[in-house]
C-alpha cells in the first residue's frame, strides 16, 4: 500500500506518493527484467504491491529517467565506478609528466596566464613592484 504523509486537503498541491522497501524492491525488479512491462504485467505487480496503475507507469517512467541519466554518467570522465556519492570528482586529465591529476582544465589555464604575467610583472618592474632603471 502507498502511504501519504504530510499531506493537507489542497486543490492545488499534490500530495506526494511514498512507497514502502518492498514495494520498491518488488518495481524494482520488474524493472531490471524489463523497463517497458506490458499491461499484464503491471496488473499482476498492481494487485501484488496495492499500488494504483498510474502511479506505477510515473514510477516507471521516472525511473527509465533516473536509469538513462545514470547511464551517460557512465561515459564521463570515469565515473562508471560512481554508484552514489556527495559530490562528483572532476575528470582526470594526464599531464605532461604522464601522471593523472584532478585540476581541472580552466584552472590550469589560469595558472599558466598568472604564471606568465608574473614573470612579465617582474621582467617590468622587478620584484619589489618599483620600476627598474629608474
Known sequence: ?????????????????RFNLWQIRKLEKVFHETHYPDTQQMEVLASETSISMSKMQIWFQNRRAKWRKNSRLKN???????????????PHMADTLG????????LLFLICIWQALGSVWTGMYGRNGSVSGI
Open 1 to 17: 500500500m502507498s502511504v501519504k504523509m504530510n499531506c493537507k486537503e489542497s486543490a492545488t498541491k499534490r500530495c506526494r506518493t
Open 99 to 106: 601522471f593523472a591529476t584532478q585540476i581541472p582544465v580552466r
Open 76 to 90: 564521463f570522465g570515469g565515473l562508471a565506478s560512481v554508484r552514489e556519492t556527495a559530490y562528483v570528482p572532476a
